[in-house]
């Protein structure tokens, strides 16, 4: 595949923090359809690495390049306005990125709760906002920084139904996780 389809590249990748090297020498490149799951024990550096992914983080060494377009982020923080009902909140989101909120809670089981104040949601029910809020982006590379956690089995069959079908559709997921996910084929990083 050319490079230009690729939707996230990391060449020869370092991440040092606080000092240390978490990593180095790290590539990574992620085609439409495909996937990453990024393990390893807390600290290790998952977090840094999806960050680095992302661009909220400078790597260290290397080059990292991503597909132009919205980037789906989600990770432990809400990044949503708590005083506003759920559907709006999202709606925020969706319109910055040019993409639609209603597929995205319905897949995460969220289109009844489209009225209630984000501050009302439960711990689930933010987690799959977080994730809805990722997924209404339109954004091809999503990039999801432990993804299952507060999730009941419900939400992570959703989870896992969302992004197959992402993948299916040509978009690619690059995900840290501390439990098995829905990524059947996924190219596997330990830190």
């Known amino acids: 595949m050319s490079e230009a389809a690729l939707l996230l590249l990391l060449d020869k990748v370092a991440c040092v923090r606080g000092g240390r090297v978490l990593f180095e020498e790290l590539d990574l490149t992620l085609e439409p359809g495909g996937a990453a799951l990024v393990t390893g024990p807390n600290g290790a550096g998952k977090s840094s690495l999806l960050r680095l992914a992302a661009g909220l983080l400078r790597a260290s060494a290397g080059t990292v390049r991503r597909a132009e377009g919205p980037l789906g982020f989600a990770d432990e923080g809400l990044a949503l306005d708590h005083r506003l009902q759920l559907g709006k909140a999202l709606d925020f989101w969706a319109r910055l990125d040019g993409g639609r909120p209603g597929p995205a809670m319905a897949a995460m089981g969220l289109d ?13 029910q933010r987690k799959r906002a977080v994730l809805a809020r990722a997924m209404a982006s339109g954004a091809r590379l999503w990039v999801l920084d432990e993804p299952a956690n507060g999730l009941d089995s419900e939400g992570l069959d959703r989870l896992t139904e969302a992004m197959t079908g992402h993948r299916a559709q040509g978009g690619a997921i690059l995900a840290a996780s501390h439990v098995p996910l829905g990524l059947h084929g996924a190219q596997r990083i330990a830190l």
């Open 112 to 124: 009844g709760l489209s009225d209630v104040p984000v501050r009302m949601l439960s711990a689930g």
